[in-house]
């Protein structure tokens, strides 16, 4: 199996898909341009981090809804 270069385009694509900020895109095809891709690695793990970030922090907000509605089920009985 060859390794296949995958399009600017569907770079692109995938990283605004995913919520990158215009500063990370402009950052990654910086180091891409310069085949950096231990800079390339850098800035997905820092996008990635802040994706899990906001996914905590969602999860926090979805435990205090479950909480709510099992104490509203829970003063019911």
């Known amino acids: 199996m060859g390794s296949q270069k995958i399009s600017e385009n569907k770079i692109i694509t995938c990283l605004k898909d995913i919520g990158c900020q215009q500063k ?15 800079q390339q690695i850098l800035v997905l793990k820092r996008v990635r981090c802040h994706l899990l970030e906001k ?5 926090k907000k979805i435990d205090c809804l479950d909480y709510l509605i099992c104490q509203i089920k829970n003063s019911q009985k």
């Open 55 to 59: 996914t905590h922090q969602y999860q």
């Open 24 to 38: 990370d895109i402009d950052c990654f095809f910086e180091s891409y341009k310069q085949q950096d891709i231990n």
